[in-house]
Every structure is written in structure tokens, then in C-alpha cells.
């Protein structure tokens, strides 16, 4: 490939990934291939040679959102509470999945078989980025050793799914969070997340 068409490709790639993040923004995870090569002018087949799976166009999407949710855990690491900071991350990943259309799906474990080159990534990275929060919390007996990092990403995504056509999605996804970290025994209302840490 020549220097101009290096160029050309990069053109290519960074005008389909803005266009597809406003129609992900809009539609979600089912936005339209074939609407996102007309708006960015370009053809089916060079959209799809950026992005072969609608899972690739999806982890490219939501890119920036999970380095932004990675760089947040590393900042919580240091926090005296590891139950709070574990909490403050995990409801800022729902806050994310919430409002993000399209990170849910890109975040969801479907049971196909793993792309070599797409291999979800972003699960990968925030699972990484979580992992230490985790360990910190369960080493000081604040969270039950059994749970993983995978747990809690598989948590988060089933309420951003599970709300997403709500009419306050964000909204919604924070109380369904708040209820599911609180406990459904009586007394156990759905107070925030932090607060009930603050309570222990």
C-alpha cells in the first residue's frame, strides 16, 4: 500500500468510526451498517474492511469510554475504603453502560466463538482495569472471595440491557444497581451504593 492510500485508509477509517458513533449514539448496537457507509460516503465493503464484525465497530465505538472507565479504577486504587471504591467504579461503569448505547453489547459475553483479532476487547481491559479494586476489597473480607471480576462485568450488562428502553435508562440502571448491591431483604432499601458502603 502506498503512502496516499496509508492516508486514505486512515481518512476512511476516522470518518466511518464518527459516523458510527452518532448512529450508535442513536440506534444502538443494531445501528446500520449500510446507513453508516452512506452517511460517511464510503462503500459497504470499505466499512466492512475496517470493521468485519458489528462487535469490532462496536469495541472501536466504545473505545475512549473504557480507557475513561480504566483510568477512573486507577484513580479509585488508592482509596482508604476498597469497598466504596470498588462501588464508585462499579456504578460508574452502569452510569457508562447506561447512557453509552451500544457498550452493553460490546460488553456482553454471546457465546460465539472469539474473534482472533476482536476478542472483546473491552470486557478484557475493564476487567484488567477492575481486577485490583476486586482483590483489594475481597483481601479486606468487604466483598465474598468467590465473586470475579467477570461477575460484575456480566451484572453490569444485564442491567444496561435490561433498561435500556426505559424511559430514563440512566436513571433506571442506577436503582436496579442499587438494588442488587443492597439486597432484597427488608431494610435493605435501595439506598446508593456509596452510602451503604459508608454504613458499614
Given at each position: 500500500?502506498?503512502?496516499?492510500?496509508?492516508?486514505?485508509?486512515?481518512?476512511?477509517?476516522?470518518?466511518?468510526?464518527?459516523?458510527?458513533?452518532?448512529?450508535?449514539?442513536?440506534?444502538?448496537?443494531?445501528?446500520?451498517?449500510?446507513?453508516?457507509?452512506?452517511?460517511?460516503?464510503?462503500?459497504?465493503?470499505?466499512?466492512?474492511?475496517?470493521?468485519?464484525?458489528?462487535?469490532?465497530?462496536?469495541?472501536?465505538?466504545?473505545h475512549?469510554?473504557?480507557?475513561?472507565?480504566?483510568?477512573?479504577?486507577?484513580?479509585?486504587?488508592?482509596?482508604?475504603?476498597?469497598?466504596?471504591?470498588?462501588?464508585?467504579?462499579?456504578?460508574?461503569?452502569?452510569?457508562?453502560?447506561?447512557?453509552?448505547?451500544?457498550?452493553?453489547?460490546?460488553?456482553?459475553?454471546?457465546?460465539?466463538?472469539?474473534?482472533?483479532?476482536?476478542?472483546?476487547?473491552?470486557?478484557?481491559?475493564?476487567?484488567?482495569?477492575?481486577?485490583?479494586?476486586?482483590?483489594r476489597?475481597?483481601?479486606?473480607?468487604?466483598?465474598?472471595?468467590?465473586?470475579?471480576?467477570?461477575?460484575?462485568?456480566?451484572?453490569?450488562?444485564?442491567?444496561?440491557?435490561?433498561?435500556?428502553?426505559?424511559?430514563?435508562?440512566?436513571?433506571?440502571?442506577?436503582?436496579?444497581f442499587?438494588?442488587?448491591?443492597?439486597?432484597?431483604?427488608?431494610?435493605?432499601?435501595?439506598?446508593?451504593?456509596?452510602?451503604?458502603a459508608?454504613?458499614?
Amino acid at each position: 500500500m502506498t503512502g496516499r492510500q496509508r492516508a486514505d485508509a486512515r481518512r476512511n477509517y476516522a470518518r466511518i468510526l464518527a459516523v458510527a458513533e452518532d448512529e450508535v449514539a442513536a440506534h444502538g448496537a443494531d445501528a446500520s451498517l449500510e446507513q453508516i457507509a452512506r452517511v460517511a460516503g464510503v462503500g459497504s465493503a470499505t466499512v466492512r474492511r475496517h470493521f468485519p464484525t458489528r462487535r469490532a465497530l462496536l469495541e472501536a465505538v466504545s473505545h475512549r469510554r473504557v480507557e475513561a472507565l480504566s483510568a477512573r479504577a486507577r484513580d479509585l486504587a488508592g482509596e482508604d475504603d476498597s469497598r466504596k471504591a470498588l462501588l464508585d467504579w462499579l456504578s460508574d461503569v452502569v452510569a457508562y453502560a447506561a447512557s453509552a448505547r451500544g457498550l452493553a453489547a460490546a460488553l456482553a459475553y454471546d457465546g460465539s466463538a472469539p474473534d482472533p483479532v476482536y476478542e472483546n476487547s473491552c470486557a478484557a481491559t475493564l476487567e484488567e482495569a477492575g481486577a485490583p479494586l476486586l482483590d483489594r476489597a475481597v483481601r479486606d473480607g468487604a466483598v465474598a472471595a468467590e465473586v470475579t471480576v467477570a461477575d460484575l462485568i456480566t451484572l453490569v450488562v444485564g442491567i444496561a440491557l435490561a433498561t435500556e428502553h426505559r424511559q430514563d435508562p440512566a436513571a433506571q440502571a442506577d436503582r436496579m444497581f442499587r438494588l442488587t448491591v443492597a439486597g432484597l431483604s427488608p431494610g435493605n432499601g435501595p439506598r446508593s451504593a456509596t452510602d451503604r458502603a459508608g454504613a458499614r
